[in-house]
T-cell receptor, first 115, second 115 residues
């Protein structure tokens, strides 16, 4: 069974639009961590955020914000006023305390921001 | 601070040849991970080490693949003999296990093409 589901395979938005990338996870651990990574066209994987299961506060960093809801097992990522440089593949990942440092990655959402 | 370093960045080889990919983790990190990324299968964890010891190699595709970590600052992933289906981007990542961080930081990847 997929532990991390990113149902949106591809999204296209026009520059300056807001866009939300969905991430749904599955775990039985009470202690776990959720991550988002960005993979721009150049190919590297860039860490964006880490959240632990005990902290449901939403996080905002510039135009980026994350909404963590344990009740729906979701950790969604919103980009406000999107820019062309936001075009990338975004991966959500889960790490469970009981399985060591193993990451479970979603299949990624490819975001294209059209100028 | 230097991030995770991988070499070579690109490798083109012929089927049957031996390929060795190299990784230097972030200094002080005690966990190291090898991933493979393809369009068909996404990001797959191949193997991970903790304190230089292989912990889980269940993701290694077959006996043609082997990985070593002779010391805390160096790891290799070897494919012998290589096959065209091994063509992919291979990422190395490191993290600091044992504290609440556990974020994996990725290297730039090695793009392997087996002809």
């Amino acid at each position: 069974a997929q532990k991390v589901t990113q149902a949106q395979t591809e999204i296209s938005v026009v520059e300056k639009e807001d866009v939300t990338l969905d991430c749904v996870y599955e775990t039985r651990d009470t202690t776990y961590y959720l991550f988002w990574y960005k993979q721009p066209p150049s190919g590297e994987l860039v860490f964006l955020i880490r959240r632990n299961s005990f902290d449901e506060q939403n996080e905002i960093s510039g135009r980026y914000s994350w909404n963590f809801q344990k009740s729906t097992s979701s950790f969604n990522f919103t980009i406000t006023a999107s820019q062309v440089v936001d075009s990338a593949v975004y991966f959500c990942a889960l790490s469970e305390r009981n399985t060591g440092n193993q990451f479970y990655f979603g299949t990624g959402t490819s975001l294209t921001v059209i100028p | 601070d230097a991030g995770v370093i991988q070499s070579p960045r690109h490798e083109v080889t012929e089927m049957g040849q031996e390929v060795t990919l190299r990784c230097k983790p972030i200094s002080g990190h005690n966990s190291l991970f090898w991933y493979r990324q393809t369009m068909m299968r996404g990001l797959e964890l191949l193997i991970y080490f903790n304190n230089n010891v292989p912990i889980d190699d269940s993701g290694m595709p077959e006996d043609r693949f082997s990985a070593k970590m002779p010391n805390a600052s160096f790891s290799t992933l070897k494919i012998q003999p290589s096959e065209p289906r091994d063509s992919a981007v291979y990422f190395c990542a490191s993290s600091l296990e044992g504290v609440r961080e556990e974020t994996q930081y990725f290297g730039p990847g090695t793009r392997l093409l087996v002809l």
